[in-house]
C-alpha cells in the first residue's frame, strides 16, 4: 500500500517519533492534557503487541491503578514507570523545564499551573521525553526563569531518570545528560535548520545534514487510525475528531 505524504496529519508524524523513543520500556505513564504523548504511547504499544503498557491519567481504559497521581509517584519511585512526559511554559537548553512562571518569583508577571509532580517524576523516570507544540523564543529560552525540574545534576548525586529528548511542531532534539546539552535529530517536513535557530533561544549541535523526520508507513497509520484513535477518543475526544474525525465509541 502506498502512502501519500500529503494525506500524512502533522500529528501523526510526532506520535510515530514518539513511539520510535518508546521501543523496549515495560510502562509508560501519560499525565494531564498530553494527546499527542498519549498517542505516540499507544501506537508504541500496538507495534509491540501490548508492549509497553500505557497508563494515561484520566482514562478509565488505560489506567489500571486507583489512587491518581499518588499512586503514579510510586510506581515511578519503584522503578515501575520506564516512560514519562513533560511540558513546561519555557524549556531552555540544559533540558531545564518551568512550570511555575515568568518573572522573577514570586512576583511572577505570569503564573502556570506548578510544578506538581515534575522534579520528582524527572528524577526517577529513565525516558522522559519533554514536549512542547510551541517552538518559539518565548517557549525556548537561553535560561527558563524558574526550574521546575531540572533537564540535567551533577555526578555525584544518584540521578535513574532524566529528559532523553524533546520535540515540538518543528523538530526532534536529543539531549544529552551528560553533557547537559541538546543535539538536533531531525527536521519536521517542510521545516529547515535556519528556521529552527531562528525560533530557539538556546545553542545546540547539529549535523551537517540534518535527517528529516520519518514518515509512518501504511501499517503504522492504519494503527493509528484505527485502534489507536479509538483508545485516545476515549480520553481526548476533541482531539481525536479534529485530528482523525472520529468520534469516542459509546
Not at 83 to 89: Q, R, V
Not at 151 to 163: I, K, Q, V
Not at 208 to 217: A, E, M, S
Request: charged share 20%; proline share 7%; glycine share 12%.
Amino acid at each position: 500500500m502506498t502512502v501519500d505524504p500529503t494525506d500524512i496529519r502533522p500529528e501523526e508524524i510526532y506520535a510515530t517519533a514518539i513511539a520510535g523513543m518508546l521501543q523496549g520500556a515495560r510502562h509508560v505513564a501519560v499525565g494531564m492534557v498530553s494527546p499527542i504523548p498519549g498517542t505516540g504511547a499507544l501506537l508504541a504499544s500496538e507495534l509491540g503487541g501490548g508492549r509497553p503498557r500505557v497508563s494515561i491519567l484520566g482514562s478509565k481504559q488505560d489506567t489500571f491503578w486507583t489512587d491518581g497521581g499518588s499512586e503514579l509517584f510510586d510506581l515511578a519511585g519503584r522503578g515501575r514507570v520506564d516512560g514519562f512526559f513533560l511540558s513546561g511554559g519555557q524549556i531552555d537548553g540544559a533540558g531545564n523545564v518551568n512550570l511555575v512562571g515568568v518573572g522573577d518569583y514570586p512576583q511572577a508577571k505570569a503564573r502556570w499551573s506548578g510544578c506538581f509532580g515534575s522534579a520528582y517524576l524527572a528524577f526517577v523516570v529513565p525516558r522522559l521525553i519533554l514536549f512542547r507544540w510551541e517552538h518559539t523564543r518565548r517557549t525556548m529560552v537561553e535560561k527558563v526563569d524558574f526550574v521546575s525540574a531540572p533537564g540535567a545534576s551533577p555526578e555525584t548525586l544518584h540521578r535513574p531518570g532524566g529528559p532523553i529528548a524533546l520535540i515540538t511542531e518543528r523538530c526532534l532534539f536529543d539531549f544529552d545528560r551528560k553533557a547537559g546539552r541538546f543535539s538536533l535529530r531531525s527536521l519536521h517536513p517542510g521545516h529547515s535548520l535556519e528556521e529552527v535557530r531562528d525560533n530557539t533561544g538556546f545553542d545546540f549541535d547539529a549535523p551537517d545534514i540534518v535527517p528529516t523526520t520519518p514518515l509512518p508507513d501504511a501499517e503504522t497509520l492504519a494503527l493509528l487510525r484505527g485502534p489507536v484513535a479509538q483508545r485516545i477518543a476515549g480520553v481526548y475526544p476533541l482531539y481525536a475528531r479534529d485530528v482523525w474525525g472520529i468520534e469516542a465509541a459509546a
